[in-house]
T-cell receptor, first 114, second 114 residues
Framework: DAGVIQSPRHEVTEMGQEVTLRCKPI?????LFWYRQTMMRGLELLIY????????DSGMPEDRFSAKMPNASFSTLKIQPSEPRDSAVYFC????????????FGEGSWLTVV | ELKVEQNPLFLSMQEGKNYTIYCNYS?????LYWYRQDPGKSLESLFV?????AVKQEGRLMASLDTKARLSTLHITAAVHDLSATYFC??????????????FGKGTHLIIQP
């Protein structure tokens, strides 16, 4: 199994531009999470999906952030317009239903907004 | 709001020594996770602890969970340099409908010196 696959791995963009981060979860893992990691705030849960349905998006910082999961094998996190304070590592993670419960993280998308 | 506190946040130790990292959390949960993160890398799952009294060991690392005390420990035995990394604990507020996402501690930055 290839694990959780994220793209792009690195992105540098100018303030105001739209950024789209992509995630392909592990096949059969029905829970998908988007996390953001920064030095100041650590790891924060942005949103999670169960069976492609958004369950809790209370961690999404602003309306500039949106996430979709159109099918079981693909999710996107979009920032529009981007700002320098959005610079962070964005992780996608996935887990299967209990009792397996291990939550697997992708390699992350390193975003720099200048 | 669930709070997860780790201590210490920074730890420098010598090879061959033993040490324990502590993880306290503020509300009832019986699912606790330990992850390892190397600089610039993703999070690697170490342990998933699913019940009170759970103990798991892998090599020089051993994790335990006391749900009554809301405390988990990660014990390092006879540390070696390769264990240098940042270790995170995280609590899952599982509600029966699938994983609810993890709340992470700030991480313990561990340096093991020869």
């Amino acid at each position: 199994d290839a694990g959780v696959i994220q793209s792009p791995r690195h992105e540098v963009t100018e303030m105001g531009q739209e950024v789209t981060l992509r995630c392909k979860p592990i096949s059969g893992h029905n829970s998908l999470f988007w996390y953001r990691q920064t030095m100041m705030r650590g790891l924060e849960l942005l949103i999670y999906f169960n069976n492609n349905v958004p369950i809790d998006d209370s961690g999404m910082p602003e309306d500039r952030f949106s996430a979709k999961m159109p099918n079981a094998s693909f999710s996107t996190l979009k920032i529009q317009p981007s700002e320098p304070r959005d610079s962070a590592v964005y992780f996608c993670a996935a887990s299967a239903r209990p009792p397996l419960n291990t939550i697997y993280f992708g390699e992350g998308s390193w975003l720099t907004v200048v | 709001e669930l709070k997860v506190e780790q201590n210490p946040l920074f730890l420098s130790m010598q090879e061959g020594k033993n040490y324990t990292i502590y993880c306290n959390y503020s509300t009832t949960s019986d699912r606790l996770y330990w992850y390892r993160q190397d600089p610039g890398k993703s999070l690697e799952s170490l342990f998933v602890l699913l019940s009170n009294g759970a103990v798991k060991q892998e090599g020089r690392l051993m994790a335990s969970l006391d749900t009554k005390a809301r405390l988990s420990t990660l014990h390092i035995t006879a540390a070696v340099h390769d264990l240098s990394a940042t270790y995170f604990c995280a609590v899952d507020m599982y509600s029966g409908g699938g994983a609810d996402g993890l709340t992470f501690g700030k991480g313990t930055h561990l340096i093991i010196q020869p």
